[in-house]
């Protein structure tokens, strides 16, 4: 990704799309400093690198009145913990992304007489910030089973994790039901895939976010594959898949 000036960023917070509604989003993240100077460090001081964290920042234009609107999303949000994905451009397949569990820790709205309603809000990672891709994009609504297009993440060594966030934005039809998994294969061509992740069955918009369990994955293509059900289901949902 070359040097560019930021147009087209997007924002997913748990079931809500809110990149319609911001126009300053900031991701950040660090490593507490604790230090460990002693009598032989030589006159210089020595630190190493306490507790992690990471922090999702935006702000925007203020609406309500829907469950997609920033202030019913963030009402519902706030105190609570949930995925976070973050796209510095577009969400297409294979677009940098960066991806996190977070409490929802604070929310702000309105501001003087004359102004357009702005909003602003804070979510603080309860999980590592990863840095990933788009493995299905939001705007493609999905009404029967498939799979999605592999995506090349590398290998997960001993002891990273592979990480998804799974962003289901709406849910339509009589009893629709939505169960996506993530698989991997050593080729993109997928000829012999296993399956890493499962997320529960989702009826509603929603969020869920997994993470394996340390073991060595030597695969470096990930999918997504979904099944859906119910009378004339449709979902529209995000995934985003990383390693750390």
């Known amino acids: 990704m070359s040097k560019q000036v930021l147009t087209d960023c997007r924002l997913f917070a748990v079931a809500a799309d809110l990149?319609?509604?911001?126009?300053?989003?900031?991701v950040s993240a660090g490593h507490e400093v604790k230090e460990t100077t002693n009598y032989r460090s030589q006159g210089w001081k020595e630190v190493i690198g306490g507790l992690g964290s990471a922090e999702i920042s935006g702000e925007g234009q203020w609406e309500a009145g829907d469950?997609?609107?920033?202030?019913?999303a963030s009402w519902a949000q706030l105190g609570g913990v949930g995925p976070w994905t973050v796209c510095p451009g577009d969400s297409t397949?294979?677009?940098l992304a960066y991806l996190t569990n977070a409490l929802r820790a604070d929310y702000k709205l309105l501001d003087a007489v004359g102004e357009v309603a702005p909003w602003s809000g804070t979510a603080k990672s309860s999980w590592p910030l990863v840095r990933g891709q788009?493995?299905?994009?939001?705007?493609?609504?999905?009404?029967a089973s498939g799979s999605g297009t592999a995506v090349?993440?590398?290998?997960?060594?001993?002891?990273?994790?592979?990480?998804?966030a799974l962003h289901v934005l709406s849910a339509a039809g009589?009893?629709?039901?939505?169960?996506?998994?993530?698989?991997?294969?050593?080729?993109?061509?997928?000829?012999?895939?296993t399956s890493r992740l499962t997320f529960a069955a989702a009826t509603a918009a929603g969020g869920q976010i997994?993470?394996?369990?340390?073991?060595?994955?030597?695969?470096?293509?990930?999918?997504?594959?979904?099944t859906v059900s119910g009378t004339s289901p449709s979902f529209l949902f995000a995934l985003s898949l990383g390693i750390r």
């Open 19 to 26: 990149s319609g509604h911001s126009n300053k989003i900031e």
């Open 67 to 72: 469950p997609s609107k920033v202030d019913d």
């Open 93 to 95: 397949v294979g677009a």
């Open 134 to 143: 788009i493995a299905h994009p939001p705007g493609t609504a999905r009404t």
């Open 152 to 164: 090349q993440l590398g290998a997960v060594p001993a002891g990273a994790r592979l990480y998804a």
């Open 174 to 193: 009589t009893t629709p039901s939505l169960t996506v998994s993530v698989q991997s294969d050593d080729a993109a061509g997928m000829a012999s895939p």
């Open 210 to 226: 997994l993470r394996t369990d340390g073991t060595a994955i030597t695969d470096t293509y990930y999918r997504a594959t979904w």
